[in-house]
Every structure is written in structure tokens, then in C-alpha cells.
């Protein structure tokens, strides 16, 4: 029988679950801990409960202070030979190169749907690791036994960070020295929180850019006190219906967090919605919403809140990077697509096939070049065409000692990205008539602190610059900061101001101060 569900409002207050990657990482970590750690805030959903089961299994002594606190005793001495990780693919992916370090035989089982998902991407790094691996082609159950050995390993980061988060936990309690070298890696924010959750423990993970890692083995994991913040992927969804239907606030949530999932807000502020960002908690109220593109290449989850919200908006809306939803439980996409033209929505899924043929056309047209599919404004396979530019570049002499990054100062690279952002911005004349100056540059333990003018050459400029109540200087600077934080690897205080020079570009003196030589 059909039934019809007539428009209605929403309004409240609520908090969101524990994040359940921060949780699983937790609990990796409070294994690999010798003492008692207490993780408060805590959801036993069937994730949790999964990783719960691996380090019981791997030696932790696991105490229910009440529904949301934990106390683990950690130490890892498995008690059985074999690791049930269920219906969780991040419980796989983790604590298979954690058993690893048991150095005895150990099988990794799992149930469902999860037995259907390929592991393949787990067995050449364990191997080059000096790990005995044994599977079903690629599939649960697995077989393995280590111990960890030094090596530089190869990961294809394409799919998933999951496996790559579970070297990074297991490594800096091996011996030796590793490094990762990481092709094409997504999910970044996801490797921030791995990074963050091992260093809340203890231990110190350094990498380049995403593209390699550097593990000291022999760390010390240290037991602590841990409270894990609310779930971005449950909280996203609440938000989206705040903005299609009413209003709704969310407690113990931070547009700071590492969560891949706060980009959910940034999704909601290009429709129209309204947001406000106040400590930890985030509200958000409908206004007319309007089409917006987006990538989701780093957020893959945010999907169906997304294709939620773009239905709820006036035209058409752009929402990239959704192939590796295919990889999951189920095809997230094609089922959303499925159901959503059910009531009239149509969601267009492109396929790689059309790129393919594209491919062999040149190809063909040009034997012997090496044709790579790129595309600057999805932000798809950057990587890979550096990777082949860099690949076909005849070798040279070094100009620099090999540890020397740059000659260039840290105010520099703080300009260079702020003037980066306003390129990407902004049209028309405005990024050529601003100059960006670090006013200040305080660097401190755990964060830097830095305050830029950006000096402009006319009134109509800085309000164009500012945007409407500041929005667009906002998104600046906002941008600006994530793309420092990653570069100097930790968090940075961002503040922007616009001042006028009056036509700069043709004053001599300014031109000086701001480091042009004229001839």
C-alpha cells in the first residue's frame, strides 16, 4: 500500500555517537599499551564491539565502567589463534598488521558481506614486511604470522586508508625502521586521525606529505585518559536536515575536528544554508538552497547526506568523487541512484568506461606516449601525473643538500598559500591586485600563529576581497589554514585582514616593501 509523507519541520537539540574510527583507533592503541587506559565517550555499536572482541582476543583485559566508559589493561599476548572482526572492514584492515606482531599464527575471520570484499591490497606490504601470509584469493579468512621486519613498503592508498592505518598503529611498536611509500592516497583527513589517536598514546609518526611515511620502531605506546569526540558521519546527516526542514544544533562536535566528515559544512554553505559554528557544537537553519558542487573524494561517506541535500535544492548540483563508494558493504551510489528516481530524482553516476575509450583514442594517435586522465577542477589522479612527469624527467645534479626542503622561510610558504587560495577564489582582476604580507610569524610548541594583511589597490577591491558579511574572506582563510596545518604537519592560528594601498602595483616604494626590484 503506498502511503504519502506530507512536508513537515524539525527543530532540537541532540549529540551525536562517538566517532567510531576515532573509537577503533583507541582501542588499538590502548592494546598496544602497557597499563590501564580509560576511553570515555564511547558507543558499543557493532564496530566498536568488533574491535573490543580483536583486543580481547589479542590480550587486553576489557572492563564496561558503564555504557559509555571503558577501562582497557593493554598488552598484547593473544589468547586464541583467531581474530572474529565480524562485519567491519576497519577491523580487518587494522588489526591484521597488528597480529602481525604477536610473531605466532593467527587467522583474521569475518562474516557476511565483508567476506565478499577484497583484501588484496593487504597482502604484497605484509609480505615485504617479512609477514607469512596465506588467503583465500584476495578474501577473508586470512593466515598470518610475523614478526614485523625494517622495510620500505609499497601501499596503494586508491581505495582505502584503513590498511595503512593499521601499519601506522602496529609499526612504531615493531623493531626496526619503516617507511611507507603511499601511491595515490585518499581519505587523508582519516590518516590525520590515526596520526592524531597514535600521538594522544604516545607514539610519534612522521610523514611527507601523505606520500611517505617515516616509523621509528621500538616506541613506547603510554596508557591515558581519552575522551572520543562525536561522529561527523552521524552528525551530518542531522545537519542536512536542519537545513532542508528547520533547524537542529549538535553537541560535542568541532568544525576543527580531523574528521573527514566536517566537510559536510562546507557542502551545506555553498547550498545557502545557514550555519553557526559556537566551541563544540554546531547549528544549522534553513534558508533557500541553491545547487552547489562539490568533491567527495576525501569524505566518500557524505554521499547520501549529500545527494539528500542536492535534492532539496534549486537546480542542478556536482557531487565528484564517489567511485570508491562501490567498495563498500554495498554499492552506496547506485543504490541511492536507484531509489532517489523512484520519486523523480535523477542522480547521473558516470562510468570509467567513456574515460577509457578517451584513453585509447590518443593512445592511439599517439603510440609511445604515456596518456594520463587528469582533471585539475575534480582534483582527479594529480598524483599520477606528477608521478609519470616525474618518471620520464632525466636525472640531474642535486642544487641542495639532500635533507634541505627550501631555501625559503616559513612566512613565505604562509604568503604563497594564502595567495594560492584568493586564485582559486576569485576572478577577473582581484588576485592581480593583491599582495599578501605576514604581519607576524610566532611559531610554538603545538601550534603557529600567524596574522597577514592582504593589501589591495582599491575600496571596491576589499569589499569584493571581504565578501558579503565576510564570507569570502572567511573560506580564504579557512583553506589557508587546513592547507598550512598539513604542510607544517601541526595546527596553526590563522588571522586575515584586507587593507587598501592606493594602486600599489604602480608605486615604487610599495613595490619595494612588498620585495619587487624593478630595473
Same mark, same amino acid.
Given at each position: 500500500?503506498?502511503?504519502?509523507?506530507?512536508?513537515?519541520?524539525? =527543530?532540537?537539540?541532540?549529540?551525536?555517537?562517538?566517532?567510531?574510527?576515532?573509537?577503533?583507533?583507541?582501542?588499538?592503541?590502548?592494546?598496544?599499551? +602497557? #597499563?590501564?587506559?580509560?576511553?570515555?565517550?564511547?558507543? @558499543?555499536? /557493532? /564496530?566498536?564491539?568488533?574491535?573490543?572482541?580483536?583486543?580481547?582476543?589479542?590480550?587486553?583485559?576489557?572492563?564496561?565502567?558503564?555504557?559509555?566508559?571503558?577501562?582497557?589493561?593493554?598488552?598484547?599476548?593473544?589468547?586464541?589463534?583467531?581474530?572474529?572482526?565480524?562485519?567491519?572492514?576497519?577491523?580487518?584492515?587494522?588489526?591484521?598488521?597488528?597480529?602481525?606482531?604477536?610473531?605466532?599464527?593467527?587467522?583474521?575471520?569475518?562474516?557476511?558481506?565483508? @567476506?565478499?570484499?577484497?583484501?588484496?591490497?593487504?597482502?604484497?606490504?605484509?609480505?615485504?614486511?617479512?609477514?607469512?601470509?596465506?588467503?583465500?584469493?584476495?578474501?577473508?579468512?586470512?593466515?598470518?604470522?610475523?614478526?614485523?621486519?625494517?622495510?620500505?613498503?609499497?601501499?596503494?592508498?586508491?581505495?582505502?586508508?584503513? %590498511?595503512?592505518?593499521?601499519?601506522?598503529?602496529?609499526?612504531?611498536?615493531?623493531? #626496526?625502521?619503516?617507511?611507507?611509500?603511499?601511491?595515490?592516497?585518499?581519505?587523508?583527513?582519516?590518516?590525520?586521525?590515526?596520526?592524531?589517536?597514535?600521538?594522544?598514546?604516545?607514539?610519534?609518526?612522521?610523514?611527507?606529505?601523505?606520500?611517505?611515511?617515516?616509523?621509528?620502531?621500538?616506541?613506547?605506546?603510554?596508557?591515558?585518559?581519552?575522551?572520543?569526540?562525536?561522529?561527523?558521519?552521524?552528525?551530518?546527516? @542531522?545537519?542536512?536536515?536542519?537545513?532542508?526542514?528547520?533547524?537542529?544544533?549538535?553537541?560535542?562536535?568541532?568544525? $576543527?575536528?580531523?574528521?573527514?566528515?566536517?566537510?559536510?559544512?562546507?557542502?551545506?554553505?555553498?547550498?545557502?544554508?545557514?550555519?553557526?559554528?559556537?566551541?563544540?557544537?554546531?547549528?544549522?537553519?534553513?534558508?533557500?538552497?541553491?545547487?552547489? +558542487? %562539490?568533491?567527495?573524494?576525501?569524505?566518500?561517506?557524505?554521499?547520501?547526506?549529500?545527494?539528500?541535500?542536492?535534492?532539496?535544492?534549486?537546480?542542478?548540483?556536482?557531487?565528484?568523487?564517489?567511485?570508491? @563508494?562501490?567498495?563498500?558493504?554495498? /554499492?552506496?551510489?547506485?543504490?541511492?541512484?536507484?531509489?532517489?528516481?523512484?520519486?523523480?530524482?535523477?542522480? /547521473?553516476?558516470?562510468?570509467? +568506461?567513456?574515460?577509457?575509450?578517451?584513453?585509447?583514442?590518443? =593512445?592511439?594517435?599517439?603510440?609511445?606516449?604515456?596518456?594520463?586522465?587528469?582533471?585539475?577542477?575534480? &582534483?582527479?589522479?594529480?598524483?599520477?601525473?606528477?608521478? *609519470?612527469?616525474?618518471?620520464?624527467?632525466?636525472?640531474?645534479?642535486?642544487?641542495?643538500?639532500?635533507?634541505?626542503?627550501?631555501?625559503?622561510?616559513?612566512?613565505?610558504?604562509?604568503?604563497?598559500?594564502?595567495?594560492?587560495?584568493? $586564485?582559486? %577564489?576569485?576572478?577577473? +582582476?582581484?588576485?592581480?591586485?593583491?599582495?599578501?604580507?605576514?604581519?607576524?610569524?610566532?611559531?610554538?610548541? *603545538?601550534?603557529?600563529?600567524?596574522?597577514?594583511?592582504?593589501?589591495?589597490?582599491?575600496?571596491?577591491?576589499?569589499?569584493?576581497?571581504?565578501?558579503?558579511?565576510?564570507?569570502?574572506?572567511?573560506?580564504?582563510?579557512?583553506?589557508?589554514?587546513?592547507?598550512?596545518?598539513?604542510?607544517? #604537519?601541526?595546527?596553526?592560528?590563522?588571522?586575515?585582514?584586507?587593507?587598501?594601498?592606493?594602486?600599489?602595483? &604602480? &608605486?615604487?616604494?610599495?613595490?619595494?616593501?612588498?620585495?619587487?626590484?624593478?630595473?
Amino acid at each position: 500500500m503506498d502511503r504519502s509523507v506530507p512536508p513537515g519541520e524539525i =527543530q532540537g537539540e541532540l549529540t551525536p555517537p562517538c566517532s567510531k574510527s576515532y573509537a577503533q583507533r583507541a582501542l588499538a592503541a590502548a592494546l598496544l599499551a +602497557e #597499563g590501564e587506559s580509560t576511553l570515555r565517550n564511547i558507543e @558499543l555499536c /557493532d /564496530d566498536t564491539r568488533s574491535a573490543m572482541r580483536c583486543i580481547e582476543a589479542l590480550g587486553a583485559d576489557v572492563t564496561v565502567v558503564d555504557p559509555h566508559t571503558l577501562k582497557i589493561r593493554g598488552g598484547l599476548a593473544p589468547r586464541g589463534r583467531t581474530l572474529h572482526v565480524g562485519e567491519s572492514g576497519l577491523s580487518t584492515r587494522l588489526f591484521t598488521p597488528i597480529a602481525a606482531l604477536a610473531g605466532v599464527p593467527l587467522r583474521i575471520e569475518g562474516d557476511g558481506t565483508l @567476506l565478499r570484499r577484497p583484501m588484496t591490497m593487504m597482502i604484497a606490504p605484509l609480505r615485504q614486511l617479512g609477514v607469512e601470509v596465506r588467503h583465500r584469493d584476495g578474501f577473508l579468512p586470512f593466515d598470518v604470522c610475523g614478526p614485523l621486519h625494517s622495510a620500505t613498503v609499497e601501499v596503494d592508498g586508491s581505495v582505502s586508508s584503513q %590498511f595503512i592505518t593499521g601499519l601506522l598503529l602496529a609499526l612504531p611498536a615493531a623493531r #626496526g625502521e619503516f617507511t611507507i611509500d603511499v601511491r595515490r592516497a585518499v581519505s587523508t583527513p582519516y590518516i590525520d586521525m590515526t596520526v592524531e589517536a597514535a600521538h594522544r598514546f604516545g607514539a610519534e609518526i612522521l610523514h611527507n606529505g601523505y606520500t611517505q611515511f617515516y616509523i621509528e620502531g621500538g616506541q613506547r605506546y603510554r596508557p591515558t585518559d581519552y575522551s572520543i569526540e562525536g561522529d561527523w558521519s552521524a552528525a551530518a546527516t @542531522l545537519l542536512v536536515a536542519g537545513a532542508v526542514a528547520g533547524e537542529v544544533t549538535q553537541h560535542n562536535v568541532s568544525i $576543527l575536528s580531523k574528521q573527514a566528515d566536517t566537510a559536510v559544512c562546507t557542502a551545506l554553505v555553498r547550498a545557502g544554508a545557514e550555519l553557526i559554528h559556537e566551541a563544540d557544537r554546531i547549528t544549522v537553519r534553513r534558508r533557500p538552497l541553491r545547487a552547489f +558542487e %562539490f568533491d567527495a573524494t576525501q569524505c566518500p561517506d557524505l554521499f547520501p547526506p549529500l545527494a539528500a541535500l542536492a535534492a532539496a535544492c534549486e537546480g542542478e548540483s556536482l557531487i565528484t568523487g564517489t567511485s570508491r @563508494l562501490a567498495h563498500k558493504e554495498s /554499492d552506496r551510489a547506485e543504490t541511492l541512484r536507484e531509489e532517489y528516481a523512484k520519486v523523480g530524482i535523477e542522480i /547521473d553516476l558516470s562510468t570509467p +568506461e567513456a574515460l577509457e575509450a578517451l584513453v585509447d583514442k590518443w =593512445q592511439a594517435e599517439i603510440p609511445g606516449a604515456q596518456v594520463v586522465p587528469t582533471s585539475a577542477k575534480e &582534483n582527479f589522479n594529480i598524483e599520477g601525473l606528477f608521478r *609519470t612527469i616525474l618518471s620520464l624527467l632525466p636525472e640531474g645534479p642535486a642544487f641542495y643538500p639532500k635533507d634541505t626542503l627550501t631555501d625559503k622561510t616559513l612566512r613565505f610558504f604562509a604568503s604563497e598559500i594564502i595567495r594560492e587560495k584568493i $586564485l582559486k %577564489f576569485y576572478d577577473k +582582476e582581484i588576485p592581480y591586485c593583491c599582495e599578501i604580507e605576514i604581519e607576524s610569524y610566532k611559531e610554538e610548541p *603545538t601550534i603557529d600563529r600567524i596574522s597577514a594583511t592582504i593589501y589591495v589597490a582599491r575600496d571596491s577591491q576589499k569589499g569584493i576581497l571581504i565578501g558579503h558579511k565576510g564570507e569570502k574572506l572567511k573560506r580564504v582563510g579557512q583553506t589557508a589554514r587546513e592547507d598550512m596545518e598539513q604542510f607544517l #604537519g601541526k595546527k596553526v592560528f590563522l588571522q586575515l585582514f584586507v587593507k587598501v594601498s592606493d594602486d600599489w602595483r &604602480n &608605486n615604487e616604494r610599495q613595490l619595494r616593501r612588498f620585495g619587487y626590484e624593478q630595473e
